[in-house]
C-alpha cells in the first residue's frame, strides 16, 4: 500500500504519530484508532522507573479511556519493523487483524502489518 492508498483516516492517525514524535523529541511516536473512531497519540515512555514504547503507551491510554477495540495503529519510528511485543499489545486489544501502519520519520509509509 502506497501513501497516495491510504483511508484519509489512517492517514490522520500517522500524521498523529508523527507529529507526537516531532513535538516530543522522542524515538517513536504513535497513534491508535478505536471502535469508535476515537484516536489516542503517545510518544515513547523513558522514566528510570518505566519505560513503554510508543505503541504500547497509546494502546495503554486507549484502555485506560474505555476502548474495547482498535480499528488500526500507527507507528513514526526509525525502526524497520513493529517489535513484537507491540504488536501483541494490539492484538490484545484489537485482535489479530488490526493493521499496523509503519512510517519513518517523514512520515513515508514503510510498512502495513497486522497484529497477528
Sequence with gaps: MTDQELDPEDRKILTLARSARARNSVPEGAAVRDETGRTY?????????????????AVAMAVASGATSLEAAAVVAEAE????????????????????????????????????
Design 41 to 57: 497519540v503517545a510518544g515513547t515512555v523513558a522514566l528510570p522507573s518505566l519505560r513503554l514504547s510508543a505503541l504500547r503507551t
Design 81 to 116: 519493523a513493529v517489535p513484537d511485543e507491540d504488536l501483541a499489545a494490539v492484538r490484545d486489544l484489537g485482535g489479530s487483524a488490526t493493521p499496523v501502519l509503519l512510517a519513518g520519520p517523514d512520515g513515508t509509509l514503510r510498512a502495513t502489518v497486522t497484529a497477528g
